[in-house]
C-alpha cells in the first residue's frame, strides 16, 4: 500500500471554531495585524508553532494520572531518567520547566562576557541567552541554508572551514562550548548529518572544547539521516539517535517538542562537576532536582512520550505530512525553503511578493492575507521578528509549523488551498507599517497597520 496514514485513532476531538473572512478583517485590526495578539478560539488552523501543541496518546494520559508528586525522590522522576538515559546516554539529567530555562542555567554557567559562542544557527531564545550572559552568539551554518532553492540534504551543517576559522580568529580560551541546533530551526527545520556531527566534534576535540546539542527534535533530524545519509537507511532511529547524543558532551531539549508534551524541558550533561554548579542553578529558580521545573505528572508523560517519537510508523508519518504540504505548495508556484523541514514549510516571502520591499514586512503580510482569507495562523520569520536592529535578516520566510498529531490530512489540504488561493491575489497584498513596538523582541506585541499599495 502506498497510502501513508495518520498512525492513530482519536479518542478525543476540540471543536474549530469557524469565522468569516468579514470577522477575521475585524478582528486582524484589532489584533494590529499581529497574530500573537489573536485568540485561539478566532484560529482555524493554528500552525503557529509545534512547541507544546501536539497531542498525547492514551499511555501519556494514563501516566499524567499516575504522576508522583511528591517533592524528593518522586517515582515519576525515576521513570524520567531511565528513559532519558536508555535514549540519550547522559547521567546527569535536569529536568527543567521548557528548552530556555535549560539554555539560561546552561549559559549562566558556561557563558560571560568576552566569550563567543557558535552555532548552526540558534534559535532566538538561545541566541538571547547567550547574549543575557554577556557572550556573542554566532551562527556558522553552510552557506547553502540561506539559499531556499537549494536542495542540498543536510542544510542544517555546520561551515566547518568558518567554525575552524573562528578557533583561529578568536583563539580558544573563549569559546566555552560549541552547539549545533538539530533540525536547524531558525534555518528551514533542516536536519544535520551524522558526518557533519562528527567533523565539528572532531574541531572540538581538538580544541579540548565541549560540545552540545541543541536537540529539540532530534528525532526529526535522525529520521532524515536514516532516510537521506549513505550507509544509514538500516539503521534503527534509536540507534542514530544514541550516536547523535554519544558524539555530544550535553544537550539542552524542549520536550514541548520531543517530549512530545505540552510542557518541559531536559539540561544534560556527561560531567558531573557541571552538572552540579548547573543543579545549584536549578534549585534556585526551577525546583528540586527530582522534579525541575515540573509537576510529577510531567514527568510522566515526558517520559512516554520520548518513547513514542521513536517509533518509526510516527515518524514516517510526521516527516511525509510535511512534505506533502511543501510539495503541493511548491507545486502550485510558491517558494519555499527546499527541501520542506522536519516540522514545518517556510514559504519565502520575498518570492511571494516581489512588489514589497523588507521594510514593508513581506512576510507578515502574507501571515496576515492567510489569516483573513482562512483563518490559518502562520509566524513571520523575518525583518519583524529579526530586523529591530535596522539589518534586513537573509530571509523573509512564514513558517507553517505542523503540532504533532494533531491536524488530519483534510486540514492539510485546505491549508494548502488556502495559500494557493491567496498566492492567486497576491499582487493585492499590501505593505505593512509598524505602529507601535517594543525595543526587544517586537515582533510578540508590536502594532502594525496595513498601508495603501
Ligand atoms: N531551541 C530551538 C531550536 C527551538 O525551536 C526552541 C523553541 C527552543 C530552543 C526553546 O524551547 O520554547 O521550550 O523554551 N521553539 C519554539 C518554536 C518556541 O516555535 O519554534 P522552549
Not at 541566541?127 to 552568539?137: D, H, M, T, W
Not at 505548495?329 to 522536519?342: C, F, N, S, T, W
Not at 507578515?364 to 492567510?370: D, E, G, I, K, Y
Not at 494548502?416 to 525595543?439: C, G, N, Q, Y
Request: proline share 5%; charged share 25%.
Amino acid at each position: 500500500m502506498k497510502t501513508i496514514i495518520e498512525p492513530f485513532r482519536i479518542k478525543v476531538v476540540e471543536p474549530i471554531q469557524m469565522t468569516t473572512r468579514e470577522e477575521r478583517e475585524v478582528i486582524l485590526k484589532e489584533a494590529g495585524y499581529n497574530l500573537f495578539c489573536v485568540d485561539a478560539d478566532k484560529v482555524l488552523i493554528d500552525l503557529l508553532t509545534d512547541s507544546g501543541t501536539g497531542a498525547m496518546s492514551s499511555e501519556q494520559w494514563a501516566g499524567i494520572m499516575r504522576g508522583d508528586e511528591s517533592y524528593a525522590g518522586a517515582i515519576s522522576f525515576h521513570r524520567f531518567y531511565d528513559r532519558v538515559v536508555e535514549i540519550t546516554g547522559f547521567s546527569e539529567v535536569l529536568p527543567t520547566h521548557q528548552g530556555r530555562a535549560s539554555e539560561r542555567i546552561l549559559f549562566e554557567v558556561m557563558g560571560g562576557p568576552g566569550l563567543v559562542v557558535p552555532n548552526n544557527s540558534h534559535f532566538d531564545t538561545t541566541r538571547a541567552n547567550v547574549e543575557a550572559s554577556g557572550a556573542k552568539a554566532v551562527d556558522l551554518v553552510i552557506d547553502e541554508a540561506y539559499d531556499p532553492k537549494s536542495r542540498n540534504p543536510f542544510k542544517g551543517n555546520m561551515n566547518i572551514d568558518r567554525l575552524q576559522q573562528l578557533f583561529a580568529e578568536v583563539g580558544v580560551s573563549k569559546i566555552p562550548l560549541v552547539m549545533l541546533t538539530v533540525t536547524n530551526n531558525s534555518g528551514g527545520g533542516q536536519p544535520v548529518s551524522l558526518a557533519n556531527i562528527r567533523e565539528v566534534r572532531k574541531v572540538c576535540d581538538d580544541h579540548g572544547v565541549p560540545l552540545f546539542l541543541d536537540a529539540c527534535r532530534f528525532a526529526e533530524n535522525a529520521y532524515f539521516i536514516k532516510l537521506r545519509e549513505p550507509g544509514m537507511a538500516d539503521r534503527t532511529v534509536s540507534s542514530i539517535v544514541r550516536e547523535m547524543f554519544d558524539l555530544a558532551d550535553g544537550a539542552t531539549i524542549s520536550a514541548k517538542k520531543y517530549g512530545l508534551a505540552n510542557i518541559g524541558g531536559l539540561l544534560l550533561f556527561r560531567d558531573a562537576a557541571l552538572a552540579r554548579q548547573a543543579r545549584n542553578l536549578l534549585i534556585l529558580t526551577e525546583g528540586f532536582p527530582t522534579y525541575g521545573g515540573l509537576a510529577g505528572r510531567d514527568l510522566e508523560a515526558i517520559a512516554q512520550g520520548l518513547e513514542e517519537v521513536l517509533h518509526e510508523d510516527y515518524l514516517r508519518y510526521r516527516i511525509r505530512s510535511v512534505a506533502y504540504l511543501g510539495e503541493r505548495l511548491l507545486a502550485g508556484g510558491v517558494q519555499i525553503v527546499e527541501p520542506p523541514g522536519g516540522h514545518a514549510v517556510y514559504i519565502d516571502a520575498t518570492a511571494f511578493c516581489p512588489h514589497l520591499t523588507p521594510e514593508q514586512f513581506p512576510a507578515q503580510a502574507v501571515v496576515c492575507a492567510l489569516y483573513r482569507h482562512a483563518g490559518v495562523r502562520g509566524v513571520e520569520i523575518g525583518s519583524l521578528m529579526f530586523g529591530g536592529d535596522g539589518q534586513a535578516p537573509e530571509m523573509e520566510l512564514v513558517r507553517l509549523a505542523l503540532p504533532r498529531r494533531t491536524y488530519t490530512q483534510s486540514h492539510i489540504d485546505y491549508v494548502i488551498e488556502a495559500v494557493l488561493e491567496v498566492f492567486a491575489e497576491r499582487d493585492k497584498i499590501k505593505p505593512l507599517e509598524i505602529v507601535e513596538a517594543p525595543a526587544q523582541l517586537r515582533h510578540f506585541t508590536a502594532r502594525l497597520r496595513e498601508l495603501d499599495g
